[in-house]
């Protein structure tokens, strides 16, 4: 009875929760076969179940046979099924179930069926072999194998075996690291236990010296680390144990790990045995697991590709390059700076006022034009006052004749005469009153001491104006506002109170501190774009400002880092476009 034919029919059992025994007879003498494994190990095998495995080995045929429950037995389903490998039969393994029906008994046979993919290299594995006949095997296995997975656990059930091995293992090495792939005696390997991160620790022992790591280390053998090979023997009890790293010739991708009890060590010979499996076979699976890997996987190797043609061992022009500009990008990416809100600004003055035409007319005189200085009641300009001096002639004359008649008529006593005269006169009067302050109006004062901001009548002289129209603007000397227009992707960082500083277009070379003062909430669009209105003040007054300057100004917002400060508005707009596209 062979050691891997129990392991094998231990795991189909395990896989059938209801199995109470199972026996496994190997294809020698059709008529008289030999029992090679029952289940549970060391009990007896029944002779129905025996006979039942001869029978299906020998009609080479499924049978199935149920018994119903009875008052003093339970019932039970009982299926045999003959094991072939690539069309040639190779034994027959019966198995007894509790508590089943026949229709049940498809199921146990695909699992049958499906477990003789691994039973054949178990029974390869016991046959002794050549070196040569063993890499053959190895590479015709590896091949047949449906995927990398089952490949590999092929592989290192057939060295387990041959090699005469209480345990193989191969694992592939994922982001500097060995990852276990497959162990001979584990159906599938996690990675998580305790046994398997020291057979790992092993592998990346082996893999960082790109050398054959063996224990016990033979004595005129080079000096190696041993430290992990140490803790994995001792771990395990196993005592010898032997890792071979492969790979190409620019990197190590992975590494096998064979345990031998310390009765047993490995011979020189069988190291370099080792050596020439693990290229085989590592080289073997790394193509099927290169086939087998998702988009992110290759997208790694081609990355892993692309760095090693870009920052190989040959590109000293890149490395220079990266350790001249590593640095100052490492400092710019730690180095706290000034983040400042860059916008457009514009110089207003804080009390502006219109003059506006008092009366319809013409345009007689303009004193003073935009960018002039003016004094409180200084006159700017004045209408043509002809046509209202002309009507309060008009309606003088009017008056004096009203009051001469009303006095004829107070003689005269008609007193309702005498009240029709004094109604007129009272109207007279309100208009001569309403014309009087209509000639005060055609000139037009400046209402402050300021400048002229806007207006120029010098070149419309005699041209007409009506009632209303706005003629000039004036603001106050001295007291300015700053209109900010910042960017809606800035907006969130601005808020009243913070300092900033303005350099005006006609002062390049002086830059004025400043404090914004209010935030509008509306936007306005402007050239393609949205932007809102700040309001700031100046800090310090100067006296060569003037309103309507126009320049830049810069809000301080807080202290972030260099690089963020130069690359967040790429990176916003990274972010905008990716939201854009993403479903």
Known sequence: MGSNDVCWLSRVCETLPDARRAVLLLAGDAADPETEATWPAGTATSDALRNAARAALVQRSVLIE?????????????????????GVLCGAAAIELEDRKEDDAAAVVNALRVATRWLAPLLEASRPRSADALLVDLFAIGLEQPSARGAALALVTLLAGHLECE????????????RVLAISDTVRASGRSGPQRDIARAMDEASDQDATVVVPAPPAGPARIIRAHERLGAARGSGAVCSAPFGTEAEIVGAFSFERTSEHPFTPAEVELCEAVAALAGSLLQQRRDAEAGP???ARQLFSEAWQRRFGPDQIRLKLAAAVFGPILLLLAIAPGTY???????LEGEVQRAVVAGVDGFVAAAAVRAGDTVKEGQVLARIDDRDVRLELHKWRGRRDQLRREHRQALADHDRAQSSIFGAQIAQAEAQLQLLEEDLTRTALPAPFDGIVIRGDLSQSLGAPVKKGDVLFEVARAGAYRIILEVDERDIADVTAGQAGS???????????PLSVDRVTPVATAQDGRNHYRVEARLDEPVDTLRPGMVGIAKI????????????????????????????
């Open 502 to 512: 303005l350099t005006l277009s006609a002062l390049p070379d002086r830059t004025v």
């Open 556 to 583: 301080d917002v807080e202290r972030r880092r260099v690089l963020w400060i130069w690359t967040h508005r790429m990176l916003d707009w990274v972010r905008m476009w990716a939201w854009s596209w993403w479903p």
């Open 296 to 298: 992110i996987p290759r």
């Open 167 to 178: 345990r193989v293992s191969v694992g592939f090495r994922e982001a500097g690291r060995s």
């Open 66 to 86: 149920e018994r119903p429950p009875s008052a003093s037995r339970g019932g039970h389903l009982r299926v045999a099924v003959p094991l072939t490998d690539a």
């Open 340 to 346: 400042r809100v860059t916008c457009d600004a514009t």
